[in-house]
């Protein structure tokens, strides 16, 4: 018989964190350290950015208000510091082209779209990014030295890490080769260029290769820059995917041939897709890097989103507010990482309770360059 108590109602996560903090002495020590330190440096930051800051009006209303920030200064470059030098009239399009390319990366991350269909979106969305921001069929041609800001960083992360990716896939299976001449390449090409920072794939993409070109030949700064981080990133991505074949037991591919199965077919439907689901998190670091590293091609001319907003803060009008401009655009750099973080955990984990251990996956395209569902 029951003696008609009810029982006890279950804390919170807030309640349960909360005891945990206090449970012993020590970690009540080390929570009010880190509260204490976390108020000192919270309550002046709040009060700059938001109490104090100017939020309206003109430079002139900024300097006489000099206690907090100036997000007046943000609201009036922000078309520039997003768009580069891109014309005011026409900034609609370079928004459309950063929407498109986004749309494309979301629909990468969802293993439902893992498809053949995908490769055929990609390379559509693509052709249709490109004719919003060139021109063409009715739009006014805008050369891509006006091209700057966030679309150019999108479409360098995104297209960098597209199309690096297969060719990544090739250079680890080229290692592992037994053959001498693809093993030989292979290995030069990765080791060549994971030996040396981007700056200077960039500076020998844009300024050196051009001069090895016929007299009156001109390739475009944005196309080779582009160039150099699909180069760069596939040497990454390369060793990512070594490292995850060399996790895959040899027995998987003994099985495969005994099957009847080519070596390639083998690879393609039993060896790659464990190796690439099991070096996911590796892709969402480096995804993550180049995300941040495209700031690198201000060596070469060009303008992303860091320098855009280096270049604002650098008007005669508005000179001394460098700190906003550069919150304004690393809460942007924050804001894509962390999304792209958390993406990564939220793919383990499904990945991990997708299939039991041990449990052969499906097969894969290698045109799809992406793990299966």
């Known amino acids: 018989m029951t003696n008609g108590a009810q029982p006890s109602p279950r804390p919170t996560w807030f309640a349960a964190s909360v005891r945990r903090c206090f449970a012993t002495p020590a970690s009540t020590a080390v929570t009010c350290i880190v509260a204490a330190v976390a108020a000192a440096i919270g309550i002046p930051l709040a009060r700059w950015a938001f109490v104090d800051a100017v939020w309206s009006g003109g430079a002139a209303d900024c300097r006489r208000d000099a206690a907090g920030a100036c997000w007046a200064f943000v609201g009036h470059k922000a078309g520039f510091i997003l768009f580069g030098l891109y014309p005011v009239a026409q900034r609609w399009r370079p928004g459309v082209a950063a929407a498109i390319l986004v749309a494309l990366v979301v629909c990468t991350a969802i293993p439902r779209c893992w498809t053949r269909w995908l490769l055929a979106g990609w390379l559509a969305g693509l052709a249709l990014a490109f004719l919003v921001m060139h021109g063409g069929l009715g739009l006014t041609v805008v050369r891509t030295e006006q091209w700057g800001g966030l679309p150019v960083t999108i479409m360098l992360t995104a297209i960098g890490l597209a199309g690096g990716f297969p060719i990544g896939i090739l250079l680890a299976l080229g290692r592992r080769s037994r053959r001498p001449l693809p093993r030989g390449a292979a290995t030069a090409v990765v080791e060549v260029v994971r030996g040396v920072p981007l700056i200077a794939v960039l500076y020998v993409a844009v300024l050196v290769f051009p001069l090895a070109l016929p007299s009156g030949l001109n390739v475009d700064k944005l196309a080779l820059a582009q160039a150099a981080v699909i180069v760069f990133a596939s040497a990454y991505l390369a060793e990512a995917v070594r490292s995850g074949l060399q996790l895959v037991p040899a027995r998987r591919l003994d099985a495969g041939l005994a099957l009847g199965l080519s070596w390639w077919q083998t690879m393609q439907r039993i060896v790659l897709p464990e190796a690439l689901r099991t070096v996911l998190p590796s892709f969402i670091s480096i995804a993550v890097g180049f995300f941040q590293d495209t700031s690198l091609i201000v ?75």
């Open 299 to 373: 060596i070469i001319g060009l303008f992303d989103l860091l320098n855009t907003a280096r270049s604002a803060a650098q008007d005669p009008n508005w000179l001394g507010f460098y700190t906003e401009a550069f919150v304004f655009v690393g809460a942007i750099y924050f804001c894509g990482s962390a999304a792209l973080s958390r993406y990564g955990l939220w793919l383990e984990r499904r990945m991990a309770n997708a299939r039991p251990p041990g449990h052969m996956l499906p097969p894969i395209s290698l045109t799809m360059a992406a793990p299966p569902e």
